[in-house]
């Protein structure tokens, strides 16, 4: 767990940059939750709620008169006790009689219904809940006008009891000529307390506030569907910062860099879409854009690390496959031919060869068939016809033909397919007679480009790097993971040739960049000549 949070996001822009990349993770949850509780929400059958208020006067009235406290001096218990009265099962019978709905039962009243006592007031708070719009206020009313006489009967029943009986022995004392006595005053006196309370409690419950409707509290579809949305927005943060935490694959170009401590010779943005659904390559259909600015600096980063062209043999490899390895070096070896260098591309990828879908050409003959006699040379290397850096800066002035006696044929490239695809492509890579080929190559071109399988899912590139001039790597950033990092670095230490540096993949060049070399082209193509202002 560790190695997950070994690279923390920590500024603003290290969690927006999460965000977008999880952007399905954080969308989803929400909108199908949004649409879930909206959809259960209108499946479910009306009800409404009304509400009315008891006012319950507080015991200590009657204890500052009488010096008798019903209550035990805890109001909070007093009201809290007669809401459980209220609940009583007697007095549900009584609202179900009272109400006059049909079908209404007293355990239909207790369930329909809720009695609360507030905490910081007098009042306690009956409410009704029914499918109902006219009988949900009706019966809350009755519940509050039953509760208030059922209140008064049950306080004034044991007053009235006890009445009754100092009654009687007042009367047995007046019988017996003890009117004068002190027990006879005393008894009179208690009379007239309890007479009091009595009075008191038979009011101490009153309808304060009747309900006058009820309101709609289900189905309530938007209001739901805002609250699924919001909740599946935290699920959908959680889960997509749980599932970055998780995940292995290295998206720090500084952890890359860190890893294989070898220079970076440049950073490759992703083909768009249309380019790759066509297989087409920058370098050829958008040699004037942007990204094609960045094969440009390629191939200067190879020339101040290969100054003076000792390395002519250049194999180029990846960790894993889908790394952009054979985009990458299709477009350095058009920006290399534009650059008035003889270049042959060869393609020793034979478990999965590529180069000849990128230019459109036939995988056979090819450098298997050249090794195996079947082909001659001079057959299998397909010329690709590419404007020369004279030629392209023509074009990028308006001017379509030749400058200096230069023309575009000059600035070819040769591909050499993979060709027939052996059965053991691994014992053919260690071929004198391919191995042979390559040497030719290297005689006639100034630059033999090499594209071998990946690195670590065979042993072929291991072979083939003691026989080439020079090896750089090819990593796509958002795909490798960590633990095949580290192990594609020592390997590319083990390499015997001349490690010149890798190329990041799969980068996004930010919009300040792009407007500035855009402004820069629009300036160099768009400054018109003396020619030109003479005619406007």
């Known amino acids: 767990m560790t190695e997950a949070f070994s690279d923390r996001p920590t500024t603003v822009a ?46 200590s009235i009657v204890s500052a008169i009488t010096n008798v406290d019903p209550s035990s001096g805890d109001p909070n218990r007093f009201l809290t006790t007669q809401a459980s009265v209220a609940r009583a099962p007697e007095l549900a019978a009584r609202v179900a009689a009272a109400s006059g709905i049909p079908g209404m039962t007293p355990d239909r009243v207790l369930s329909e219904s809720n009695v609360t006592p507030s905490t910081d007031s007098d009042i306690i708070e009956i409410s009704v809940e029914d499918g109902n719009r006219e009988a949900a206020p ?51 006196q208690q009379q007239g307390q309890l007479q009091t309370v009595g009075k008191l409690m038979a009011g101490n419950a009153n309808l304060l506030t009747p309900a006058a409707g009820a309101e709609k509290i ?30 292995r694959r290295v998206r720090n170009e500084h952890e890359i860099d860190q890893a294989l401590g070898i220079p970076l010779l440049a950073r490759i943005p992703q083909p768009s879409r249309a380019l790759q659904k066509t297989d087409g390559l920058v370098m050829l259909q958008e040699s004037t854009g ?18 003076d062209g000792a390395a ?16 990458t070096i299709a477009n350095l070896a058009v920006a290399l031919a534009r650059g008035n260098r003889r270049v042959a591309l060869v393609d020793l990828d034979l478990r999965r060869p590529y180069l000849n879908r990128l230019f459109h ?64 492509a691994g014992e053919m890579l260690q071929d004198e007679r391919l191995l042979g080929v390559l040497d030719e190559l290297a005689t006639r071109f100034d630059v033999v480009l090499i594209d071998a399988p990946p690195l670590l899912a065979f042993g072929d590139t291991m072979t083939l790097s003691a026989r080439v001039d020079a090896i750089f790597a090819i990593t796509r950033l958002g795909r490798v993971q960590r633990p ?42 768009g400054t018109p000549s003396a020619k030109d202002k003479e005619r406007v």
């Not at 189905?219 to 998780?246: D, H, Q, T, Y």
């Open 218 to 247: 289900r189905p309530r579809p938007k209001r739901n569907a805002i609250l699924g949305f919001l909740f599946g927005s935290v699920v959908g943060l959680a889960l997509a910062f749980l599932a970055e935490a998780l995940d």
């Open 361 to 424: 050409i036939s995988g056979r003959p090819g450098i298997t068939d050249v090794a195996l006699k079947r082909a001659d040379l001079s057959d299998a290397l397909r010329p690709i016809a590419i404007a020369t850096g004279i030629q392209e800066r023509a074009n990028l002035n308006g001017d379509g033909g030749a400058s200096n006696g230069r023309t575009a044929s000059e600035g070819l490239l040769h591909v050499l397919p993979a060709g027939t695809i052996p059965p053991m």
């Open 484 to 525: 095949i990092l580290h192990e594609f670095a020592r390997q590319l230490q083990t390499c015997q040739s001349n490690l010149l540096g890798y190329v990041l993949t799969g980068v996004e060049h930010s919009e300040s960049y792009r407007y500035m070399y855009e402004a820069y082209e629009y300036y160099a193509r």
């Open 14 to 59: 290290d969690y927006l940059a999460i965000l977008r990349r999880r952007k399905w993770i954080v969308l989803l949850p929400p909108v199908a939750a949004a649409v879930a509780a909206f959809a259960l929400s209108s499946d479910q059958s009306p009800l409404y709620r009304a509400s009315a208020q008891v006012l319950v006067n507080p015991p």
């Open 290 to 307: 942007a990204q094609a600015e960045t094969f440009r600096k390629l191939r200067t980063s190879l020339e101040f690390v290969n100054p």
């Open 312 to 327: 002519r043999t250049i194999m180029v490899t990846s960790p894993v496959e889908r790394e952009g390895k054979s985009t």
């Open 138 to 188: 009706r019966l809350a009313n009755t519940y509050a006008k039953q509760f208030t006489e059922f209140s008064k009967e049950r306080a004034t029943k044991y007053i009235d009891e006890a009445l009754a009986s100092l009654q009687t022995r007042i009367t047995s004392l007046a019988g017996h000529g003890q009117a004068d006595s002190p027990l006879y005053a005393t008894l009179i």
